[in-house]
Nanobody
Framework: VQLQASGGGLVQAGGSLRLSCAAS????????MAWFRQAPGKEREFVAI????????SYADSVKGRFAISKDSGKNTVYLQMNSLKPEDTAVYYC?????????????????WGQGTQVTVSS
């Protein structure tokens, strides 16, 4: 699966951004797509995940209530709506995909990755 992430940028604290991740190639209904992020000097961490079939979701505690993951099956695209952004949300955001229906949160379990998009939140 090829993934193309977009939508990052610079925003003030309290603002919003929407990230997109377009999937192409070997996609299928029995898969999940997730967003991870990596700040400088830190490990890549889980942000949100969505099951392609049925749309079940899961979020990291740090973004619950502020971020929302969604999908457009017709466009093979997953979105991450980020509201009430904080400076600590600053990171490179990556989308990832893998076969199966479990809502895996470890980045080590994903083989297919997008190129990353920078999100910078100023205070």
């Amino acid at each position: 699966v090829q993934l193309q992430a977009s939508g990052g940028g610079l925003v003030q604290a309290g603002g919003s951004l929407r990230l997109s991740c377009a999937a192409s190639g070997r996609t299928g209904s029995n898969s999940v797509m997730a967003w991870f992020r990596q700040a400088p000097g830190k490990e890549r961490e889980f942000v949100a995940i969505i099951r392609w079939s049925g749309g079940s979701t899961s979020y990291a505690d740090s973004v619950k209530g502020r971020f929302a993951i969604s999908k457009d099956s017709g466009k093979n695209t997953v979105y991450l709506q980020m509201n009430s952004l904080k400076p600590e949300d600053t990171a490179v955001y990556y989308c990832a995909a893998r076969y199966g229906s479990s809502l895996w949160q470890s980045p080590k379990l994903y083989d297919d990755w997008g190129q990353g998009t920078q999100v910078t939140v100023s205070s």
